[in-house]
């Protein structure tokens, strides 16, 4: 994926920019993230259940406990598991390396990063994580990760902002001959404040 020059490239979940990709053939566009943060990001939409093979639309998905574990099953017939579909679709992304954070889709059990429902026969309880958001935290695990739902809070969007901001110059310092003099001064003033 090409990244914009004067942009930091974040992932998100391509359903939030309006991309028509989930199970019901529609989008979850949230205009707050586009407001807010489309001037300082650079978005790589990503559906991990489309770019795994999945059809648009397509039968619904659900993390289930099982013999083997919690796995992501289809919801009319948990005996088609695929977890494992999607892990080895999230592997063959090598444009993760390049990215600096990830906005993800909450209560999905592809990128919901916490309180996913994890079904046990007709009852549920919000324990799970989805199964790319898992795979990026263990792959990525110093990866800046929100949901879109908490970026609506000005606090959490600006932590967010520079988690990402501090992440991408780390990136840009180890690409170069790090100096003393680079370390010494502190992220902090190399930080610019993008909103009050």
Request: aromatic share 8%; hydrophobic share 30%; with cysteine.
């Amino acid at each position: 994926m090409e990244t914009s020059p004067s942009k930091i490239p974040v992932g998100i979940s391509s359903c939030l920019l309006g991309h028509s990709v989930r199970y019901d053939g529609d989008h979850t566009k949230n205009d707050n993230i586009l407001q807010h943060l489309q001037t300082h990001f650079d978005f790589k939409p990503f559906c991990p259940e489309v770019e795994s093979g999945m059809s648009i639309p397509r039968p619904p998905i659900q993390l289930r406990h099982t013999p083997q574990g919690i796995r992501c099953v289809r919801v009319e017939n948990p005996s088609i598991d695929v977890t494992d579909q999607l892990q080895s679709s999230a592997e063959q992304q090598s444009w993760l390396e390049e990215i600096c954070g990830f906005i993800l889709k909450k209560n999905s059990p592809s990128c919901g990063i916490d309180c996913v429902k994890v079904y046990r026969n007709n009852d549920f309880e919000r324990t799970g994580s989805g199964i790319f958001a898992q795979y990026l935290k263990k792959r990525y695990p110093t990866l800046p990760l929100e949901e879109e739902d908490r970026l609506c809070d000005p606090q959490l969007r600006e932590n967010f902002i520079q988690r990402v901001t501090v992440l991408h110059r780390w990136k840009q310092l180890c690409r170069s001959e790090i100096t003393v003099n680079q370390l010494q001064v502190p992220f902090a003033t190399q930080i610019d404040r993008h909103e009050p």
